[in-house]
């Protein structure tokens, strides 16, 4: 209890009056008045009624000791055998935490809430938040159930806000291992064909390096090549960029048995390869209207490189000249089709017919160009119907349409088909959309027997009109018909000739963006996106491999005629393996050196500092055989002062909270008035004697 006082009046009044009654009680006793002592008491009494003391006593109760929980659910918890673990070590945690009824546990689940591209255990950041809202002193202890592999560990000495033990509950064992590989440097983009070279490395943690690790490097789903590396250093490899636009390279290093996970045995780098300039060789069998659309065409190109010849004096027409007074350039056959046709990235016939200025062996060797992985366009004319057609030499060999000897003269609105409007090189073609077409006609076509390959698009009726093909590993297109030249010029509105030709080219130099059938994808943020190009039926579904290994098979969306696109976004992040029949692709979602995936193994070392630091300690939840083995709890009063390696102690808190106050007044009611009447009673009675 304690003495605590009211007063009746303000403090300076009640100072004025205990001041008068000093000088009045001095002055009684200077001056000998008798009762002067009885007149000091009854002037105190009547101060001390003003000042009215009480007695006061507090009513409180103790408060609970605050222990948050933090348990690990990232991704490097996401193994059947951890989450097992975390799940009964927290539920037997919480049982005994449930016998002492003054510590009050605060569970808070730690996973990530997909909203960083680099994902990274942050378990301190959760404490804090999760004892924000009560005073230091209340907290007893934190307790973390996680495999280590924490990445936002105070450094030594560092403020962590409150003082008491921090205790770790590690899942997994003690002597997992684990193997992984990360590209080290690599480059973004690379020309085509020209040599490359990036730096892989492969680790082993957990245990002693071990011997070489067999890696399978592939490129755009083909294998290049199978490297022995060693874990821990670093590995060269030359490669080549086998095309423009989007290559995706993927190392996967074999796994080992036993091993934590397989989810980072493989890794992914993206390289954009870029054509240095494209070299055309453009061959006009004579000159003519169409023959400028395809020159101002090619030139227009900064990035290409264009060869053109003209064949203006054909064998036939000797008339004596001397060859020296000739202005004309003598067509260099051997050194184009025999010693540099290797050099070209696209050969174009533009109504090129056989008039002896090629040796027919050299037909031949075009044709193995082609097969080879070369590209021929050929644009053809009338001369393509005659008897000197280009048909009838040894490229017949690799030409999709064979002609029948018949010309179709007749004004027509150049149409795609049904395969055309699916496919990549006439899909969306401005004005196709129309019927008519919103383009210009043309008027011939060079009639041809049912061609294979895919005829995208048509002439008069049903004859066609632009064919593609695949021979071998080259691709060839037919464009059956001489008078694009019409839509450069603007006849009738004109056409999209330059986007025609232009894909044309590019799909013949295997550009990924125009491939018919293609399953592609890339991440957005956290987002998968997936796109499928099909000039067939509708393709189903797709099988999306997690990193932590688990399958969903989710379904496209049509985007248009022959494209089929997917979007979802991942609650995981890592290196995802889309499947659909028999197209595969690799995405990563998220960085490539998020934290998350750099180690995944369990350890105690690094929670170990921390502890050893705050008086708490670390353990590991379960033996070796998968028993669990949680350490007992000790409440201990006061600050921690000796860690205990086999408990985890908790500094109970001595805090309360005030319920209540009782007050008692000393001058209230009839006994204040009592001791009044009594103290001037007794001055009256000294005073009348």
Known sequence: MTLTFAPFLPLFAIIILAVAAL???????????????????????????????????????????????????????????????????????????????????????????????????????????????????????????????????????????????????????????????????????????????????????????????????????????????????????????????????????????????????????????IRQNLRVLLVSGEPHAGERAWRNLLKSDASVDLVHFTILRPPEKQDGTPINELSLIAFPTRELFVEKIEDFDLIIFDRYQHRGVLPILYYDYIAQYVEKGGALLIAAGPEHAGQDSIALTPLASVLPANPTGQMHNSAFYPRLSEAGKKHPVTRGLEGSGDEPPAWGRWFRTVSVDPPAGQTVMLGDGQDPLLVLNRQGEGRVAMLLSDQGWLWARGFEGGGPHVSLYRRIAHWLMKEPELEEEALTGRANGRTLEVTRQTIGDDPGQATVKFPSGKTETMAFTEAGPGLYKLEQRMDETGLFEITNGEFTTLVHVGAVDAPEFKAMISTTETLAPLAAETKGSVHRVADNDGRLTLPDILPVRGEVRVPDNNRMLISMTNETVLTGVNTLPLFAGFAGLGVLLFAFAAVWWREGR
């Open 23 to 273: 000088l009045l009680f001095v002055l009684g006793l200077w001056r000998g008045v008798r009762g002067a002592w009885l007149r000091g008491v009854a002037l105190a009494a009547l101060l001390l009624a003003i000042l009215n003391p009480l007695l006061t006593q507090e009513e409180r109760e103790q408060l609970s000791t605050i222990v948050p929980v933090i348990v690990d659910r990232s991704q490097s918890q996401d193994t059947a055998e951890r989450a097992k673990m975390t799940d009964d070590a927290l539920a037997q945690l919480q049982d005994r935490l449930s016998r002492f009824p003054r510590i009050e546990p605060r569970i808070v689940e730690v996973q990530d809430d997909g909203t960083s591209d680099t994902p990274s255990t942050r378990l301190f950041s959760s404490l804090n938040s999760a004892i924000s809202d009560v005073s230091p002193s209340r907290v007893g202890g934190a307790i973390f159930l996680s495999d280590g592999q924490i990445h936002d560990i105070p450094n030594p000495g560092q403020d962590l806000g409150f003082k008491a033990p921090i205790h770790g509950l590690i899942t997994g064992k003690a002597d997992e291992f684990d193997r992984r590989i990360e590209v080290v440097r690599a480059p973004r983009f690379g020309i085509v064909n020209e040599n490359q070279q990036l730096t892989f490395r492969v680790f082993d943690d957990g245990r002693s390096q071990g011997g070489p690790a067999e890696v399978t490097i592939r490129m755009n789903g083909e294998e290049l090549a199978k490297v022995q590396a060693t874990p821990g250093q670093p590995t060269p490899f030359d490669f080549k960029v086998p095309r423009g636009g989007n290559n995706v390279m993927e190392f996967s290093v074999a796994e080992l048995p036993g091993e934590v996970t397989t989810a980072n045995n493989r890794a992914v780098h993206l390289i954009e390869g």
